[in-house]
């Protein structure tokens, strides 16, 4: 259906994934007219997500074309640093590398009426803006929780992992953090908020537990029955599939859950920052208007979410972020989880 | 009120100026001062967030297995997020190099003592930028080596809070400004405001009001008003003389004209010849008109004595009029003239009877005087509430047109008087009765035409 309205009077080109100079590209396409201008876009999030929101941009700025690159949050950072491919738009999920474009200088500052709509904890100094709210949540299995006893809390989940460790033993999973940009952030942001976090990944580390690049993998095994337990998988993703609804129950832990921000930041360097604005824009009005736009892919993000009593946090995008960017402090984050993650 | 004074400057308006001069000079002191003042605190306060930020960090360093490691908090960065949108950089050295953080930060070059932050201001990766630099001895087996630590923030944040803080104390310096203006406006006006009053109180006066000025008046008035009182007194005293020798004057003159005259009859009635008896009565006449003058100008000067210190006694103007009217008519009855009296109930006024008297005896002794042979003269007393009035008509002519006015001047005669004997000064003596009684003197054509009607009127007390 989704490719149906594509035909309408746009093309949608893939490109042949290559691996273009020192980055890792995961797909990109070329979305529009074939000889319009393109708007040079570098993302975490897969194509076929934001197409709704790419067509509509189209449709209002004839003579676009967006040229679409998915890379996972590290390579899009690599990509930005290095700079040997120019974009003018980066979208990603890891708030912190975010930050750090920003911070170090590689963003261009943005204020619109769009912008404008964003709440005070959803922008940073008018460089990172934010576009959706997803929780980092666990994933169970349907089949193996059948019968109740669905863990609502991390302390739950830890009673259980420990009750019946035969039972789960290499049959949970997590993001290795050493690979994803997203997963290292939903740890550091665990073990600043909770001592319960370390208290999980030791009982996981003792479960030989299988580490994953990114979410859908996740979710998947967990569908198939290969993985009884998925912690730290977006929310969002999660809840999208609708052909596994049956098969996986999707946990927003209860003692506290951590909202990642999806987020824009327009590149210095690109050779249309206006056409990037535009999208930005485009991206930021379909998120924070009330009501989000029909087009909007993601579960609407709550505007009214400062209540401190929810359990529900964004996680704080600020300097706060580079702190966990840092080289040493990374390389001892690691070693420590790593070597609570690879007990045998 | 200022016609004919020459006017240089105006004390109000120099105060005025003065004052919203020296309000606006301290507006700006106040402006510069506070600014001055909110600025070093915010870089203060900017500084000791900077500089518990690098001595977290600073605290983070430790050795492991012989080797350097930091360990940043979390809140060591958000808590420079917490305080402004600014960028945010950092870096920890040792003699051997960066261990961690902005390899090229431009901060913190020389050696720090420990101990004793270095605050510098720079420019990094396009911005300018505040930065702190500390240091620490740690032991590396068994080796001392300093460890440094930078913590840099861009400046924008500090930039919109000076910007908030230039119209703050922007606001400050006009508002105390605006407050300082109304005040020097009303500080002037009030400090005017004796002077003013003294004015007032002086111009208000009647034209005979000599008194001193005794009301009271601010110590800076003191010699003004003392210099005024003086000078009224040395006027009074001065007009006091001049009248007395006018009085003086006409009465040693009258006595000697007296004896002139009677000298002058007797003679008249020995002379035999035609032509000496015409020189003799017109001797007489002349010396009539001098004593009348001289009689005049003593009754002016008695008038003028009274209305400077008059006293007021209830005065019944009927009785007194129809008493003067009884009392000439022998003078009438030798010219062969009628004098009516019309009067009915009493008509009473507050005044002196003898100034009084003297006023109505002057106006009927023109009457008298100007008519002619056959002729009638009427006395009239009326009062109608408001007004009281005395009235004399007679059938001598009238003014012809004349300036009536000028008639009450001193010395100045109608155009009929030329035969009659007179000084010119009878209206002039009613006039200033009637006015020093708050009334007035009315001399017009009477309705017939046939003469003149003077009419003396007095307001109801």
């Avoid at chain 1, 404008?116 to 959706?132: C, K, M, N, T, Y």
């Amino acid at each position: 259906m989704r490719h149906a309205l594509f035909s309408l009077a746009l093309t949608f080109l893939a490109i042949a994934a290559q691996s273009a100079a020192g980055f890792e590209v995961e797909e990109r396409h070329w979305i529009g007219p074939q000889d319009g201008t393109p708007l040079r876009v570098i993302s975490t999030t897969d194509t076929e997500i934001l197409a709704p929101l790419i067509k509509s941009y189209l449709l209002q700025n004839p003579g676009v074309a967006v040229d679409y690159t998915v890379a996972n949050s590290s390579e899009v950072m690599k990509a930005v640093l290095e700079g040997e491919e120019r974009f003018d738009i980066a979208l990603s999920s890891a708030m912190d590398l975010q930050t750090r474009l920003a911070n170090d200088g590689f963003t261009l500052p943005h204020r619109s009426a769009a912008t404008a709509l964003i709440p005070e904890w959803g922008e940073w100094r008018s460089h990172v803006f934010a576009f959706s709210l997803e929780p980092a949540s666990i994933v169970l299995s349907a089949s193996a929780f059948a019968g109740a006893g669905v863990p609502r809390t991390r302390q739950d989940l830890i009673a259980l992992l420990r009750a019946q460790p035969e039972r789960f033993r290499g049959r949970v999973g997590t993001y290795d953090v050493s690979v994803s940009g997203l997963g290292y952030l939903f740890a550091t942001q665990d073990a600043r908020t909770a001592e319960a976090y370390w208290r999980l990944m030791e009982v996981l580390g003792s479960l030989e537990p299988q580490l994953h690049c990114c979410s859908a993998s996740m979710i998947e095994r967990v569908a198939s029955g290969e993985l009884l337990v998925a912690y730290n998988v977006l929310g969002s993703y999660a809840r999208a599939r609708q052909d596994l609804a049956g098969k996986i129950v999707v946990v927003d832990p209860e003692d506290y859950t951590n909202l990642m921000m999806r987020s824009a930041v327009l590149l210095k360097g690109g050779s249309h920052p206006e056409l990037a604005r535009m999208f930005a824009d485009h991206l930021i009005s379909a998120a924070w208007s009330q009501p989000p736009a029909a087009d909007y892919p993601f579960s609407k993000p709550p505007v009214a979410f400062v209540d401190s009593a929810s359990p529900k946090r964004p996680i704080q995008l600020g300097p706060g972020l580079l702190v966990y960017q840092d080289a040493e402090k990374r390389r001892r984050f690691m070693a420590e989880w790593f070597s609570a993650v690879r007990k045998k | 009120m200022s016609a004919g004074v020459n006017v240089s400057g105006s004390i109000r308006r120099r105060l005025l100026v003065q004052l919203v001069g020296s309000a606006a000079l301290l507006a700006a002191l106040l402006f510069i001062a506070v600014l001055a003042f909110v600025r070093n605190v915010a870089e203060e306060s900017h500084d000791r967030i900077l500089l518990a930020s690098a001595t977290s960090i600073l605290d983070s360093v430790s050795v492991q297995s012989g080797e350097l490691t930091a360990d940043i908090p979390y809140a060591a960065l958000s808590m420079l997020g917490n305080v402004s949108d600014d960028r945010v950089f950092y870096r920890i050295t040792h003699p051997g190099g960066t261990l961690t953080g902005y390899d090229d930060l431009p901060v913190g070059g020389v050696p720090v003592q420990p101990g004793q932050p270095v605050f510098e201001s720079a420019r990094y990766k396009g911005e300018g930028i505040r930065a702190v630099t500390i240091s620490r001895r740690l032991s590396v087996q068994g080796v001392p080596v300093p460890v440094q630590v930078s913590v840099a923030q861009t400046r924008l944040g500090q930039a919109t809070l000076l910007e908030q803080l230039v119209w703050s104390a922007l606001y400050i310096g006009a508002g105390f400004f605006v407050l300082a203006s109304a005040l020097a406006f009303w500080s002037a006006q009030s400090s005017i405001k004796p002077l003013r009053s003294l004015t007032e109180a002086v111009s208000r006066r009647g034209p005979k009001d000599l008194r001193p000025v005794t009301r009271p008046v601010p110590a800076e008035m003191s010699p003004l008003v003392s210099s005024l009182n003086s000078f009224i007194s040395r006027l009074q005293a001065s007009l006091a003389r001049s009248e007395d020798f006018i009085a003086e004057a006409a009465h040693r003159v009258r006595t000697p004209l007296a004896t002139v005259r009677t000298q002058a009859e007797t003679t008249l009635m020995r002379v035999e010849k035609e032509k000496n008896r015409a020189s003799l009565r017109e001797m007489i006449r002349a010396i009539d008109e001098s004593s009348r003058a001289a009689g005049q100008l003593l009754d002016h000067a008695m008038v003028s004595f009274r209305t400077d210190s008059l006293e007021l006694k209830e005065v019944n103007l009927t009785e007194l009029a129809r008493d003067l009217t009884e009392r000439l008519q022998p003078v009438a009855e030798l010219k062969d003239i009628a004098l009516h009296f019309e009067g009915g109930s009493p008509v009473c006024i507050q005044g002196d009877g003898i100034l009084l008297q003297n006023a109505v005896r002057n106006i009927l002794d023109n009457a008298i005087k100007y008519s002619g042979q056959d002729s009638e003269v009427w006395v009239r007393v009326a009062g109608s509430g408001a007004q009281q009035k005395i009235e004399v008509e007679d059938q001598a002519g009238g003014f012809g047109g004349e300036d009536t006015e000028a008639l009450t001047r001193r010395f100045v005669r109608g155009a009929n008087a030329k035969d009659t004997i007179g000084s010119g000064l009878g209206l002039t003596i009613a006039r200033e009765v009637a006015e020093a009684h708050g009334g007035s003197l009315i001399i017009k054509n009477s309705q017939t035409g046939a003469g003149a009607c003077v009419t003396l009127c007095f307001p109801s007390h």
